[in-house]
């Protein structure tokens, strides 16, 4: 049986033209090309929307709620995530942008940074008292816990079972306003403004999780015209001073020298799928077992460079560092606090993380293994220049479709002219052959 | 007579551009047999340590992977200096890595010890000015250790 994935893209057919773009930057050979049309091949996408940056015709959507599909909650509450303040200038605090949500249809706003730090303080815990295989690998990022899920799932037990800070935002606001409101909890939404697709990911299905606390997410492209206008409207006088962000929650946006969320010891940040996917062949042959824990982020430069944001990456990092001046620097999680709560395991994840490897060639081995050597041996015929006309993204990867039926070898337009030339030649033979016969007779 | 797969891979000493890639590529292989995860790390470890090991001593050599429904296998063949004392370099921590390797994270003595640990079957022979012969085998079926 082959278990059905949440995502958080569709292809649109109309849109598009068959260009190959998206089958060229997929990370993970996820997209082939049939009949003119790009085609997502389930099971190995992992949601790293690198396709919807490059495909020139946005023929990939991504399945991010709209405003309007908001209107099912009693009460809205946006969580935004620190990327969006550095889609402005560094002129434009937070508190003007909550303000400008409230302003966009929120009933209310709610900052990640005190639960970015409170989960700092919980994940320092976790690995002082951690005694498995290091080094521990972040789960904040969606796109990594899927990678590790597909690609690697002998490295699933090393992620980091402390749970995201917008996780631990979506739950406390709600509880919060549910008390003050009266409104119950499962009619408050709490509504992530998020820089990429892969968080509607763990919405829909929360890794180590039931369920998500978060309902909804809108992407910051989608929300940043309206935002822009109404943040010009926010007076310095009107927005709310008492808005709790710290540098350290800022931080979380982009990827800094260490981990954002522990000492910079034995610790690795790293950004970008390719080096994400580099970093994580060495820690699955043994060589980073040293460092104790490794950040992970799929987008370049972290979520400051997701696909669903407006800014360069670099001038949102470089944005978001200029406001960290001017934002207070210590913690603004309480140290007791946070360890009571721990100690509840509130900051944990209450299931073990599954992975999902790809399906072998073939569930028997030894069947597997014919496959594969028939796979070399298509291979080695094949031209070996990646050049994709045939709709898969390598040569490679085309041979093991043809292995598995999903391909026709003659859909390489090498190996096809070889297929004519040969035809011809027995044509050619034949008819010589029968020439040679009729001659004989005459 | 049971299938198998082979696959051999030619391996340069002191090409440390494209060191680690034959063990990616061993891994990705075995992963899409449907080898276990468990045997793919043991087997990433080995052709990992013993691929740097040709890069950091040895001129040239191959790593034969094969697959049979019992058990992978890696022999590691090296044209290079060869090991004088086999035992001892066998022993936790006995390391003649050059300050030069010592600087790129290698040499705590840990390569030999780490591929005997995570190998069923474990040889070594090796001839000084010729070279190293290492076979390793992984069971990954229960029954066939």
Redesign the interface.
Known sequence: MVAQYHHSLRFDVDRCDGCMSCMRACPTAAVRVRKGRAVKLADRCIDCGECIRVCPRAAIVPLTDQMADLSKFEYKIAIPSPALYAQFDSEVFPSMIFSALKQCGFDDVESVSPACDAVSIATEIFLNEYRGQYPLISPFCPTVVRLLQVKYPELVDQLLPVLAPREISARDAKLRKSRETGIPPERIGAVYITPCPAKIVSILEHPGMEHSNLDAAVSICDLFQTLAAAVSRVQESEHPMDVVESASGLSWAFLGKFPRSVPAENTLSVAGLPNVIRILDDVEKGRLRKYSYIECHACPEGCVGGCLTVENPYLARGKAIKLQQSLPAGCIADRRDVEIAYRKKEFLMTERLASRPLRPLDEDISRAILKMKERDRIHADLPRIDCGACGAPSCRAFAEDVVLGEADRTACVFFWQRDIANRIEQLANLVKAQQEAIGGLS | M????E?VYQVLGRDFSNA?KV??SI?D?L?????S??V??RV??V???AEMNLVMYATRGKIVLS???DAVTLKVEDEGPGIPDVALAMQEGYSTATPEMREM?FGAGMGLP?IRRNADEFDIRSEVGRGTHLFVRVA?RQDSV
């Open positions: 049971a299938e198998w797969f696959s680690g063990s990616t891994k292989t992963k899409r047999i449907g080898i995860p468990a793919v790390r990433a470890i052709s990992y340590e697959v049979s429904r994270g780490n990954h």
